[in-house]
C-alpha cells in the first residue's frame, strides 16, 4: 500500500515532489508533440475530436461502454522503503507521469488528449499541476488516517459511489477544454 511505503514526513515530502516534477514533464512532451500533430488541423477538427473522446471516456465511467484503460498496473516498488526521500522522489515523479501503477478511471485520459490537441503551455501546466496534487491529496488522505487499512477499504468501496459525480464534476472542465 503506498501510504506505508511512503508514510514519513521526508519521504511525504519527496513523493509529493515528484508527482509535480513527473506531472510537468509529462505535460511538457504532450504540449510539445501536440504542437506538432495539431498545426495542419483547423481548431474545430482538433475540438471535435477532444469532444469524441470526452464522450467515450465519460461513458465508460458510466459504465455504459467497457474497455481496458492503457495503463501500467504495477505495484509499489521496494526501492521506495529501501532508499529514503530520494526513493519515494523517484516513485513520485513515476506516479506523476500517469504511467506507473493502477488507474481506476479514465478522466485522466481525457486530460492528456486535451492538452495533446488544444492546451495552451500555461493551460497544460496547470493541469499537470492539478494532476499531481489530486494524487498528493490521496496520499495525504491516507497518511491522516488513524486506521490505513479502514481508510484503503473505504476508498475501495466509495470510488465506485462516486464515479458519476467525477462526470458530473468533469463535464465543465471538459467544457471549458473543448470550447476554450
Do not use: C
Not at 34 to 47: D, K
Not at 119 to 124: H, Q, V
Not at 138 to 146: E, G, Q
Request: without cysteine; glycine residues 8%; hydrophobic residues 60%.
Amino acid at each position: 500500500m503506498l501510504s506505508s511505503s511512503v508514510r514519513r514526513g521526508a519521504d511525504i515530502a519527496g513523493f509529493i515532489a515528484g508527482l509535480f516534477a513527473g506531472a510537468g514533464a509529462v505535460t511538457f512532451v504532450l504540449v510539445l508533440v501536440g504542437s506538432v500533430l495539431r498545426a495542419p488541423f483547423p481548431t474545430v477538427v482538433l475540438q471535435i475530436l477532444v469532444a469524441t473522446a470526452a464522450v467515450v471516456f465519460l461513458l465508460r465511467e458510466l459504465d455504459v461502454l467497457s474497455f481496458p484503460l492503457l495503463q501500467n498496473a504495477r505495484l509499489v516498488p521496494q526501492f521506495v522503503t529501501r532508499i529514503p526521500f530520494w526513493g519515494a522522489v523517484q516513485f513520485g515523479a513515476e506516479m506523476g507521469t500517469g504511467m506507473r501503477t493502477y488507474s481506476p478511471t479514465g478522466l485522466p485520459h481525457i486530460l492528456a488528449i486535451s492538452i495533446l490537441f488544444l492546451a495552451s503551455w500555461e493551460e497544460a501546466l496547470l493541469a499537470g499541476a492539478g494532476f499531481a496534487a489530486a494524487r498528493a491529496l490521496m496520499l495525504l488522505t491516507f497518511a491522516a488516517a488513524r486506521d490505513k487499512m479502514e481508510a484503503d477499504t473505504a476508498f475501495y468501496f466509495t470510488l465506485p459511489r462516486l464515479k458519476v459525480l467525477f462526470v458530473v464534476l468533469a463535464l465543465p472542465v471538459v467544457t471549458m477544454l473543448v470550447i476554450g
